[in-house]
């Protein structure tokens, strides 16, 4: 849960009166700050691609040409990508909710091979590098995050594929 001195709200809050209480600037200007401090984004988008791989086994390998993470055939029954460890300077919240999967599958850069189904995708995390693998999924929500890192088990193909950027929404808290 967090607190009243984390809240994205109250940082917003106390920006807009520093910008009132300024005499220094003019109405105009004011005005336009205010619309600048309304408009600051709570929502982070935090992409697993081809560029922050960390690890992979099975059938997986980068194609850094292509820009994209590719998924041969073969029954290996551990596919596996595992993502850098990602640290946040301001606290967020990482919910699996807000989308169908838990994730929303971006693009597969230039690879020709079609994109991995999502229903092939099962996605975990950890808290830090030293944390046992957690599932993370359309139920999950964590809060108050400041590192995570996860990765992706995917489930043999049966004709060459390419994961597809896995995109999930961080907020401020």
């Known amino acids: 849960m967090s607190s009243a001195v984390t809240t994205f709200g109250v940082f917003k809050g106390l920006l807009k009166d520093s910008v009132n209480k300024n005499s220094s600037l003019d109405a105009a200007t004011k005005s336009s700050m205010l619309v600048r401090v309304e408009d600051l984004p709570r929502d982070e988008r935090v992409v697993l691609n081809f560029d922050n791989v960390a690890s992979l086994s099975g059938q997986v ?13 073969g029954v290996t029954g ?18 699996g909710t807000l989308t169908a999967d838990g994730f929303l599958p971006g693009n597969i850069g230039a690879s020709a091979n079609p994109p991995v189904a999502a229903a092939d995708i099962s996605m975990e995390y ?6 046992a693998w957690k599932t993370f999924d359309r139920n999950t929500v964590l809060e108050e995050v400041s590192s995570i890192q996860f990765a992706a088990t995917i489930a ?18």
């Not at 950890?126 to 944390?131: H, K, N």
């Open 61 to 73: 390998t980068v194609d850094d040409l292509a820009k994209s993470i590719e998924v041969a055939i």
């Open 78 to 95: 551990n596919n596996r990508v595992e993502w850098d460890l990602m640290t946040f300077a301001v606290p967020v919240s990482i919910a």
């Open 126 to 131: 950890r808290l830090s590098s030293t944390d």
């Open 156 to 173: 043999d193909q049966v004709a060459s594929a390419a994961l597809p950027g896995l995109v999930l929404i961080a907020q401020q808290v």
